[in-house]
């Protein structure tokens, strides 16, 4: 969200983010069976308000991203159980940016893709700066 509102950022590397702050939340709430879904989540909002001063319903990254003039490389792992994999998938479909990539580790759960598919990991990444330097350079032009 921050490198989505900043035009001095020149990439973003985006690993096992979330499009919504109301839906992350309520994804994880429902891990949990016997919890009621808005009670709680109505609760855990009113406490987030008055300590941060903010809403849950305001966090979109989705929103975000799609004003940024960054590319942006989306990594997840599709064994994910903390953020589904979905959210990912979802963000970098709805960019449409051609200098945009889409990582998709099989068999990583969150923040694991890094430890599953090291060297994979770290080429795409090399390769997406270097893009990413090479856009921002035509820009300058």
Same mark, same amino acid.
């Given at each position: @969200?921050?490198?989505?509102?900043?035009?001095?950022?020149? /990439?973003?590397?985006?690993?096992?983010?979330?499009?919504?702050?109301?839906?992350?939340?309520?994804?994880?709430?429902?891990?949990? *069976?016997?919890?009621?879904? #808005?009670?709680?989540?109505?609760?855990? #909002?009113?406490?987030?308000? *008055?300590?941060?001063? /903010?809403?849950?319903?305001?966090?979109?990254?989705?929103?975000?991203?799609?004003?940024?003039?960054?590319?942006?490389? /989306?990594?997840?792992?599709?064994?994910?159980?903390?953020?589904?994999?979905?959210?990912?998938?979802?963000?970098?479909?709805?960019?449409?940016?051609?200098?945009?990539?889409?990582?998709?580790?099989?068999?990583?759960?969150? @923040?694991?893709?890094?430890?599953?598919?090291?060297?994979?990991?770290?080429?795409?990444?090399?390769?997406?700066?270097?893009?990413?330097?090479?856009?921002?350079? #035509?820009?300058?032009?």
């Amino acid at each position: @969200m921050c490198g989505a509102k900043n035009d001095k950022v020149d /990439f973003i590397i985006e690993d096992c983010g979330y499009s919504s702050g109301k839906e992350i939340i309520k994804y994880q709430i429902k891990l949990v *069976k016997w919890v009621p879904l #808005n009670s709680v989540y109505l609760l855990l #909002n009113h406490k987030i308000k *008055k300590r941060v001063g /903010f809403s849950l319903n305001d966090v979109h990254p989705i929103k975000d991203i799609k004003k940024c003039k960054a590319p942006i490389l /989306f990594i997840h792992g599709d064994k994910d159980t903390c953020v589904p994999c979905s959210m990912a998938k979802k963000m970098y479909d709805v960019r449409k940016n051609k200098n945009d990539k889409l990582f998709i580790v099989p068999g990583a759960d969150h @923040m694991c893709a890094y430890s599953m598919k090291k060297a994979e990991y770290e080429s795409i990444c090399h390769e997406f700066i270097e893009n990413a330097e090479l856009i921002k350079n #035509n820009r300058r032009k």
